[in-house]
């Protein structure tokens, strides 16, 4: 059994992605010189020992067999009765004693935020934990997340191999003032950092609800372009209670002011760029301001997808009463024409997507190709709408996982922006053939010529 | 481009020819099916892929040394000249870089330069432009080392370098003891400066360091494979930027480690062992240094390193400091 720490002033001088998950290496590189969430890390030797010595592997394959659904659960019920050895579980509680709680609990997979895949959101996070067996239990949830069907058919996608083990990072959990994510370079001008914030937890970001947003021109001229969002009176906090994220008003005084101070902006755009600098790569990196205004990185993985090339595509002569929306929230550039499959809402709470027509049934119908109009791309959602070619998210800008799986999938990707139709997701149907032109400034969604 | 702002709001017409194209779907809410989903996944089991053997074809060519016409040494001081047995050694443990990746190749030719820049300009900051002697020593002379034959090929010479107990001085990286460097250039001008009788030391004439074919790294002992050079660059790069997160400084690190090798050290600073600890300075007893914990206290000279390959009889020390051993 292989255990790291996530300690100040720990030494991790080289890599090991194979033991300790993309997520994992990334950490321990970063905990060197940054101030990193403390905790460990249980290596993915760990996890295959445990597999092999409870002798899982046969029950595993045997409810893969069964229906993906049933399957996960199965395997769930398996690692559940399944027992830690006692080595294993003495070496876990002198590490568990030693991390402030309550502690978040999440997965690490050998190809998870590597340069090209960001398994983004496919495998589970446990937050909250603050008692021993419930963070036993938290670890066997995250190795069963391990066969969860969408896990599966992301790896399967991108015929991935090495998915068969899994690391586990046990962090100390942050109670944010304010958190984002940051690009170096920005995805828009590869001339600037990109930071987008918001007031508590940077889920809201990530699911593309409102937030402010800083274009570092310059970190020596202190140049930085701010968007400040008067729509952000949400904020997401961890409820240690109920043991989950909650939404919550933010206090009026908050309201349309900006999150983050220059300073912290100007911090975060310098933290971001050495990074960047470290790796060679673009980078994005999530990162967290506590009450003392201590800045926290969350996690840095590379930018997956290509960075868009500097030839702009020029957008079609559409008139403007064919034009259904305008945004500037641009990532991947192109021209697409074809039939659009609309998912009007996403009811996070009871897991529920509100979708025009049989989704499944639509992405094998328009198997060519289609244009997906939806307010974002939770990782639920992703498996359903494989042949997408293009996308628009009304409420993701360009973070977030629609437009990180966009640049992942190569597909166009067109960000919030206005409308000329007054709530489009319950007017446009699916099966009606529109067009989608996106360039790297600006983008639009057009009705087709009637000739 | 029209500006949206001057676009007129033709909400009626739109939604005209949205009815119009629409061909009468029904709009219904659906739970989420998944039943329809078919399931594929891959076993438990491990495959490994086996590491190829290098193969080199039969000398063909005769070598080309490039560079200074300066007569170079005929006594190495600081260097034993490896054997041809050993430069067989050396060039199996090279990674080529045509073998690898396009990504990591661009990657791996940038770490193996900035590594040794970066280590030979914290020497020479910390010594003095010419006492390089303090901390580096080369590891052979590349106008002599004979590789061209073995490779077959034109104008490549192997150059290999030691930069030793460099967490004496360098206070971001007090867990780094010696980095050995050996690079296979074509088309450089590598040459041995000897005017230094504590030592010579590597350089380049007008043609430079040349075309990157190949290197190796050895850190404290371990060698390296690709992805962990250029891992070990990112260490160099963000440590060197924003610093390394000890809770003491080096100074205060080589002070507690003093009292520990004479067994001197007072009752309650458990922290500070542990900090030590953490940095593989002494070992799990907390009582003895570590190869590394002894290197950081102990100043040497390039001539004694060389008198260290031929003599050390602990077999754990020697393979860390013996530059042909890779394993």
Known sequence: MKIAKLKSGKPYLFTDVQSWGGKGDNLLKLNEVFNVPQGFIISSETFTEFVNKSELSDKISEALESSPEEAHSMIKDIFHKAKFSRDLVARLKIEFKQIKKPMA??????????????????HDSILGVTDFNAFLTAVKNVYASLFSQRAIQYRNRHELTNGNAIAVVVQEMVNPIVSGVAYSPSPRDLNEILIESTWGLCTSIVEGRPCDIYRVVDTVTENIISDISQKKNEMDVFSPIKKRIE???VSKIKIGISSLTDEQALEVAKTIKSIERAYGMPMDMEFAYDKNSNLYVLQARPLTGIVRNEVNIELPDVPPSRILVRSKNTRNQGIYEGPVVVVRGIDHVNRRFDVDGDLIQLNKDFKEGYILLTPEVPPQLEQHVSNAKAMYATECGTTGHAA?????????YLGRGNSNVQNLLATIRSGMRIGIAVSNDEGIIYLLDDK | MTNLDDMMYNNSLIIDRINSNYNNKSYKKIDYDLSNMTNSYSSLSKTYTPIQQRTYTPIQQRAINWGSDTLVSSEPRAYIEPSQADVEKVLEA???????PTDVQRQLIEATREIRYFIDGQIRARFGATYHFNAIRCLNDPQTTEVNRLLSLRNVQLAGEEFFALNRFMINFPDIADVQWWALYQNGSWHLDTWNPDGEHLDTGVNG???????VLKVNGKVLEPKEVIAFYRTILLRNERGFRTNSPLNRLQTILRLVDSGTLPRGLDEQLEELG???????????LTYAGKSMITPVKAIERRRRQETETDEEVKRIIHPIIFN
Not at chain 1, 107 to 119: A, H, K, L
Not at chain 2, 94 to 100: A, D, G, R, T, Y
């Open chain 1, 105 to 122: 609990v999440r997965s690490s997979s050998i190809d998870e935020d590597g340069s090209t895949n960001s398994f983004a959101g496919q």
């Open chain 1, 247 to 249: 939404t919550k008003k």
């Open chain 1, 404 to 412: 990180a799986i966009a640049v992942e999938k190569g597909i166009i």
């Open chain 2, 94 to 100: 090279i990674h080529m870089v045509e073998k690898l």
């Open chain 2, 209 to 215: 360091w040349g075309n990157l074919l190949g290197s």
């Open chain 2, 278 to 288: 953490d940095l593989s300075l002494v070992d799990s007893s907390g009582k003895v």
